[in-house]
């Protein structure tokens, strides 16, 4: 009873996640895979795309008795109209393009970086539980400045760096249960692509060659500034841009740059060189989504200069060229405090997944409305993973409690059970479709969680009609909505291991300790010493474990550390 009694106070924390383990119903279709190759150890694969709204809404009708409904609209936030705006699709019906800027691989990915791609991998998703087919493309800049300087430091050969640092970013993301791109392009890939848009470029007057460079001319395009709200007299160099005295304007930026000694090159109409920063998305997005498509997205930082510069180079090449929706995720800070290498509070993906199980960084990642600065500590990581553990117990167990019950297909459910299953379908879509509210949407599972552990585990719950049925039922939907928000495991029994093996990585304990400090404990009441028993308790609460006594013994989970519980309460 004790342990329940935990579990159900935990249960005031809005928590997640599910388990494909039983059997599902089919859908329709199935989201693409990590390739085998990419995935790490012991993590979770990819589920099958979640039933869509409207199969919800018939499938509640027919077998929960919850009213039909039908998908929300979803609406963005447009950078460039500073709005929110519906969105409707260039092809009706059609494929949705949408390119994201990806990674220039010459460190670890950082925490930055999990945020933006965790971000639009949710998109990603929610647009396809939509019903929507969507070509998502995302790069490797894997040729560039850093990469060079990077290098050579090392005593490596650029691409050999860039492609390490590459396969090391695929892995993170599937640690993080981001899907896979449609496509992944690389710049060293579509050299061709770049030159024949530069050419256009200075075919159309809106760029000049000196001694082998290029630049784009920003005088020439009149809209330039339009995203970022920058008046011309404002703007400078990209920061990877320097000041170049040749330059007709200080805001025209590199297309094209002269090969330089011991740097890769490219042969080109303005001699050997390499692409400039800019131009590579937008003829990587022009080859595979054609001129004009749907969404481009990447983080706040990207709005001036580079998305800047894409509208004006693909804009100048092509005349015709559109894009609907721009879409940025806002800024991570560490500590309240803005993260870069010169603070010292640079955290890479790597760091907190050696302590963290990763699906408790995505939890705490969406625990923040997509465009809002998020401020990363510690103590809300070990918040987020208290969360974790709860969620996975509650559907573990409830998992446990349905695995040798046969419901009877047409069996009407209870009304609060259809209510509750409604309700939280209702706030899903309402919450992810206005602008993708995940933090809502992680909010909403609260309610069913402590529900499930009602029926699970307390007197009054487990005399309820239809409760097994009622169980399997709110599982079925929890693991859904869990499904969209990438955090579906492969196992629940899995998950709950992995997460106390990370705890026991933060405590710098074995299970045979903490399993021996039980005992002591034990012993220490039976002898009445009640003293030592709980500074037992005290001591390993401080390490972020919790021991749970009921009437088969002393059991432990992973808790918030003690001195952290006061921003338990707060949150």
Not at 397 to 419: I, M, R
């Amino acid at each position: 009873m004790a342990a329940a009694a935990a579990r159900r106070a935990a249960g005031l924390l809005p928590l997640l996640l599910s388990s494909p383990s039983r059997a599902r119903p089919p859908h329709r279709q199935a989201l693409a895979l990590t390739p085998p190759l990419l995935r790490p150890h012991r993590l979770y694969s990819h589920s099958p795309k979640p039933s869509s709204s409207a199969a919800f809404s018939a499938s509640a009708s027919a077998s929960n008795g919850a009213p039909a409904g039908r998908a929300r609209e979803l609406h963005l936030y447009n950078t460039k109209s500073r709005r929110k705006e519906l969105f409707q699709p260039r092809v009706p019906g059609g494929e949705v393009g949408m390119y994201v800027c990806g990674v220039t691989p010459y460190d670890d990915s950082h925490i930055g970086h999990a945020r933006a791609y965790v971000a639009f991998d949710v998109l990603y998703r929610y647009l396809r539980y939509l019903d929507h087919k969507v070509r998502y493309v995302r790069n490797f800049t894997d040729i560039d400045d850093k990469i060079i300087a990077r290098a050579n430091q090392l005593g490596e050969d650029p691409f050999s760096l860039s492609k390490r640092y590459s396969d090391d970013f695929l892995l993170d993301m599937a640690n993080l249960h981001c899907l896979q791109p449609s496509v992944e392009p690389r710049v060293s890939d579509h050299i061709n692509q770049i030159i024949n848009m530069i050419k256009q470029i200075i075919d159309n007057d809106c760029a000049y060659a000196i001694g082998g460079d290029v630049y784009f001319s920003v005088e020439n395009f009149p809209e330039y500034g339009d995203l970022s709200g920058r008046k011309l007299d404002d703007n400078r160099a990209g920061e990877r841009v320097a000041v170049d005295e040749r330059k007709k304007n200080p805001a025209d930026f590199a297309l094209w740059k002269a090969a330089k000694d011991g740097e890769p090159c490219w042969d080109s109409p303005w001699g050997p060189g390499r692409p400039g920063w800019h131009i590579e998305c937008s003829a990587m997005s022009a080859h595979y989504l054609g001129h004009s498509f749907d969404i481009h997205g990447g983080g706040e930082d990207l709005i001036f200069p580079h998305h800047e510069n894409e509208i004006a180079q693909s804009r100048a090449a092509c005349c015709d060229s559109s894009i609907n929706y721009w879409i940025h995720n806002g800024f991570v800070n560490v500590n309240s405090q803005k993260m870069s290498k010169s603070l010292g509070n640079f955290v890479t993906i790597r760091k907190v997944t050696k302590l963290y199980h990763p699906l408790a960084l995505r939890m705490f990642l969406l625990g923040t409305h997509y465009r809002s600065p998020i401020n990363y500590t510690i103590e809300q990581l070990n918040v987020a993973s208290d969360r974790l553990y709860y969620t996975y117990q509650t559907l573990q167990d409830c998992e446990e409690s349905c695995q040798q019950h046969q419901s009877k297909a047409g069996d009407p459910l209870p009304v609060n059970t259809t209510n509750c299953i409604q309700k939280l379908h209702d706030e899903f879509e309402t919450s992810m479709s206005d602008d993708l509210h995940t933090s809502v949407a992680l909010a909403a599972i609260s309610e069913p969680l402590k529900v499930m552990n009602d029926l699970l585990h307390t007197r009054k719950g487990k005399k309820q009609e239809k409760r097994l049925e009622s169980l399997s039922a709110m599982e079925e939907k929890i693991r859904m909505v869990l499904s969209v928000l990438g955090l579906l495991p492969s196992s629940y029994y899995e998950a709950l291991q992995q997460l106390r093996e990370k705890a026991l990585t933060r405590a710098s304990m074995t299970e045979e300790q903490v399993l021996q400090k039980i005992e002591e404990r034990t012993s220490a009441r039976k002898a009445k010493q009640y003293e030592k028993s709980d500074e037992i308790r005290k001591e390993l609460a401080a390490v972020g474990i919790a021991l749970m006594d009921g009437p088969d013994g002393t059991t432990w989970r992973p808790s918030v550390p003690l001195s952290e519980q006061g921003v338990v309460a707060s949150t």
